[in-house]
């Protein structure tokens, strides 16, 4: 099973999002697209219930399926070089929209409609 590197995706207001990785990266990112408007749903943690934050954090199996292919997954993992990784892991867990490292590098893009 492949991760996808490249290609378009769409999203719109009422897209579900979660940011992978509720450090530093993934707040200030969550915060940016909140601000922009975008449906943002919380964060998706391997390390979820050690997480004491005031917005949702689930560890990625918790998310229903319908949710797992239908929601946008943006990865703030501080090392890139784990991006390929939790975009494979995620993949095989069932989501199918993952915004990473190798997809912006592979030309990917994102299309946000109003």
């Not at 997954?73 to 995620?90: D, P, Q, R």
């Amino acid at each position: 099973m492949r991760y996808k590197r490249e290609g378009t995706m769409f999203w719109n207001k009422d897209t579900p999002v979660y940011v992978y990785g509720a450090g530093l990266k993934g707040r200030l990112i969550y915060n940016l697209l909140d601000e922009l408007g975008c449906n943002m749903c919380g964060f998706l943690d391997q390390a979820s219930e050690n997480i004491r934050f005031e917005r949702k954090v689930f560890h990625p199996d918790q998310l229903a399926e319908e949710k797992r292919m239908s929601s946008i997954v943006i990865c703030s993992v501080a090392n890139v070089f784990e991006h390929g990784k939790i975009a494979l892991e995620l993949t095989k867990q069932g989501y199918r929209y993952i915004v990473h490292k190798e997809f912006v590098e592979g030309g990917g893009k994102i299309v946000i409609k109003k």
